[in-house]
């Protein structure tokens, strides 16, 4: 069954009406959300026509829908990828045999954290960027991060489904508290770092975008591969709308590069600045920070986590058909660690290593990003190459954290980061400066000095389309 039956109050293709208990249980969750999004999502703009894309259907061709509606009107549904027929688990202690319909008893706990922690990025996401609407710098813009928010809120809704139908009443209280935590709130924070960060200004917003949703593509990526079938479909399908996202930050930092070279071609004497341009060193300081706070995302590099949730099945590799040994029983996997203040070549056991496996896939991912960007300033003739910091440098989570390291990687001492990181993050004069190009342009096809227009428009739309009607 592909279709998605509107006629219900959530719209969903998992027959939802057949179920009563379950059905009650959201329509009772709905209105809690609705709460919630009025209170800690995009203030201000949820009685405004924005142009958005709404799933319709989970067929790969013609699964959206364009149209004008109020953000609190969007129809936040429940949709899974068919089921295959006989699927079977793909790697771990349980290769070989059928899928779990049910949530298998001995990993219920492991099964619900990894869940709440997915689930929990997802409001949290959508309350860091709640003001950034007030300061979009076109209409296209402001749609685009409407767009996210209101994607990012269905996929609460995916994991909220999940914990509703196959947890029971402990699932229901997750569910609750999903809504409780706030991002940046110091007695109730949202469960993982980067998720606290303020995201004040765009040019943070697109670096969100492009880094923070990647790590959510692979970490999804990684749990369609679970053996337990329903969460693995659900995230089947998250990923056709995270695609967006990363678009939205590569194309929206490469805007932004864009803008400034032409400048610096412009004005060859001139700091970018007198030009209300972002100077590109600038532009490098933020993706250091959003590029490392992502590289934390994915947990220690030595992780029994990790093990555990490799071997029971429920979490997998990135595209795990590519790998020839699903086992990964006997297998070692050499890694960098840090001991006694040295760098030293280690071998561990490969399930031990599965959050590094998922993250270098991530990072080669990143550097075909940083590699786009770099064309940008190629194609203007400037002569400046942007780079993905090392995966040492300012980690806060694993082997790194607690050590220093330059962008490049090179361990350096505690003295050496403090004297010299305003060279590689963003300091207190960036974010003023940034913060202070942050002025709204609302006017259909007008573009903030700060950013140069997109090269087409959303659903074959022209750029100056109404995409928000203020
Ligand atoms: N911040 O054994 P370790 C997305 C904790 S983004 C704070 O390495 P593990 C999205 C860890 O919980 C994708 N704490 O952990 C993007 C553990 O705590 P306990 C979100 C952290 O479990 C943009 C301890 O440190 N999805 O969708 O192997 C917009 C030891 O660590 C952090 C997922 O994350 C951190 N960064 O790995 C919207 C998938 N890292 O046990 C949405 C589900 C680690 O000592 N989550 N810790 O209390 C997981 O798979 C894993 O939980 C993690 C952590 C990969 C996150
Ligand atoms: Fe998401
Ligand atoms: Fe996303």
Known sequence: MTGIDYSQKIPNNVDLKSDKRLQRALERWQPDYIEWWKEAGPTDFNANDVYLRTAVSVDRDG?????????????WGIFLTPSEEDRKIGFGDHYGEPAWQQVPGEYRG????LIVTQADTEPASVEQQRLLAHTAPSLYDMRNLFQVNVEEGRHLW??????????GKDGREEADELLERRSGNADHPRILTTFNEPCRDWLSFFCFTMFTDRDGKYQLLALAESGFDPLARTCRFMLTEEAYHMFVGQTGVARVVRRT??????FPDADPREHGAIPLDVIQRYVNFWASSSLDLFGAE???????????GLKGRAHEEKFEDHLAQDAEFEL???KDDQLVRERVPLRNAMNEVLREAYIADNQKGVEYWNRECEKAGIDFRFTYPNRRFHRTIGEFAGAHFDPEGNPIDERTFAERQHEWLPTEKDRDYVESLMKPVTEPGKFAAWIAPP???INGQPIEFEYVRL
């Not at 699964?63 to 129809?75: E, G, L, N, S």
């Not at 492991?110 to 954290?113: A, I």
């Open 110 to 113: 492991w099964l619900r954290r």
């Open 261 to 266: 070279c032409e400048v610096m071609n412009e």
């Open 336 to 338: 960098e660690r840090w």
């Open 302 to 312: 030595v992780s029994s986590n990790s093990a555990n949730f490799f071997s029971a």
């Open 455 to 457: 090269l087409r428009g």
């Open 158 to 167: 995916a994991m909220v489904y999940l914990l509703h139908s196959y947890f």
């Open 63 to 75: 699964w959206a829908h364009f149209d004008y509606v109020k953000m609190p009107d969007y129809r």
